[in-house]
């Protein structure tokens, strides 16, 4: 009786946790470079009253054995790296990865971030830099004066400098990827740092074997499908009134037994 209790009390914690997933996911519908999560779900130990496979008689035994389960929990929550879909704009700083890889993003403390984020500024310094000020890795300074900033589909950055006839290259953009991209802890601001999970960065540059090539003037929007975060959402309520019901029963059920008279 109390095993349902505890059992329909980890079912609605655990879909609790899947909604408060889903509920990030649709808040970040329009975040450039967002990669939705999916909660995993885990059954947890069993009690066993009667082992499978136990004895009965010299030539037989039992086929199945008795195994109570005391319910769920949350194992993970997986970030899904599918390609988001793209949309075209007119900011020549917009740059998107189409396939795999992550833009290197360097952070005041001198460490490398990563992001899949394709809205890039300029500084005042001519620099090329995130939302948040952080730049680029490698990095490329933009002249003053200078026109016609472009990105070709392998990274490399050129401009037009007033009296030049040919355009001057100022850098060239490197992603890097990972064995695991799961693994990257997720830091917020649209970027990712490296784990033990993830395993060590490749870097090498788009159109690369491994790597995606680079699309200016787009943005890579969130891959966050809004139609299939809502089947989730019925099927996270459901699941928790469903839990909420066996502990309902299961309460009722302790109450007739409470209730019992000579």
Not at 219 to 237: D, F, K, R, T
Request: proline letters at 5%; charged letters at 20%.
């Amino acid at each position: 009786m109390l095993r349902s209790l505890w059992s329909g009390a980890s079912g609605m914690i655990a879909q609790q946790t899947h909604l408060d997933v889903i509920s990030n996911d649709l808040a970040n519908v329009n975040t450039s470079g967002f990669k939705k999560l999916r909660a995993d779900f885990q059954d947890l130990i069993y009690q066993i009253n009667r082992e499978p496979g136990a004895p009965v008689e010299p030539d037989s035994m039992v086929p199945d054995g008795i195994q109570v389960g005391l319910g769920v929990k949350v194992v993970g929550t997986t970030r899904m790296f599918m390609q988001g879909s793209l949309q075209t704009t007119d900011n020549p700083t917009d740059v998107a990865i189409t396939g795999e890889g992550f833009f290197q993003v360097t952070m005041p403390d001198g460490t490398i971030a990563y992001t899949r984020d394709s809205n890039w500024k300029i500084d005042a310094n001519g620099q090329i830099v995130t939302h948040d000020g952080y730049l680029m890795d490698p990095g490329a300074v933009i002249p003053e004066g200078a026109t016609d900033f472009t990105v070709s589909p392998t990274g490399a950055m050129t401009v037009r400098v007033a009296g030049d006839m040919e355009p001057e290259e100022i850098g060239q953009i490197e992603l890097a990827r990972f064995i695991n991209p799961a693994g990257l802890r997720s830091m917020g601001r649209n970027l990712f740092i490296e784990t033990a999970a993830s395993g060590a960065p490749i870097v090498g540059n788009p159109g690369d074997e491994g790597f995606g090539m680079l699309e200016q003037r787009a943005l890579e929007m969130s891959n966050v499908q809004v139609v299939e975060e809502m089947v989730e959402m019925i099927v996270a309520q459901r699941a928790y009134e469903a839990n909420s019901k066996t502990i309902t029963t299961a309460d009722e059920f302790l109450r007739i037994a409470n209730n019992l008279r000579r």
